[in-house]
């Protein structure tokens, strides 16, 4: 499964982005997506992941009601809806795919990723 994100920018404290990952594989719809950040000098930490189905979401507890994961499996292409973004959303993004039997909050538990694109927050 090849990823490819995009949608970062430099946005001020505050604002919205909305980041894309476009996967091409055409068994996309049977994994579980997630979205990954790594600032400078932190490990990268799970932001945010999806069922296959989309049915189920999960966030880390400094996103949740700010940043919302979404899909759409005939477009292979998962989301991720950034609003009342903060200085410490500053980080660079990655989307990665796992086909595990469940949503995993480890890196160690997806096995696709892609290149990341970079969030900047202006405070």
């Known amino acids: 499964v090849q990823l490819q994100a995009s949608g970062g920018g430099l946005v001020q404290a505050g604002g919205s982005l909305r980041l894309s990952c476009a996967a091409s594989?055409?068994?996309?719809?049977?994994?579980?997506m997630g979205w990954f950040r790594q600032a400078p000098g932190k490990e990268r930490e799970f932001v945010a992941g999806?069922?296959?189905?989309?049915?189920?979401?999960y966030y880390r507890d400094s996103v949740k009601g700010r940043f919302t994961i979404s899909r759409d499996n005939a477009k292979n292409t998962v989301y991720l809806q950034m609003n009342s973004l903060k200085a410490e959303d500053t980080a660079v993004y990655y989307c990665?795919?796992?086909?595990?039997?469940?949503?995993?909050?480890?890196?160690?538990?997806?096995?696709?990723w892609g290149q990341g694109t970079q969030v900047t927050v202006s405070s």
């Open positions: 990665a795919a796992s086909a595990r039997a469940r949503v995993g909050i480890r890196s160690s538990e997806y096995s696709y």
């Open positions: 594989a055409r068994t996309f719809s049977t994994y579980h």
């Open positions: 999806i069922s296959w189905s989309g049915g189920s979401t």
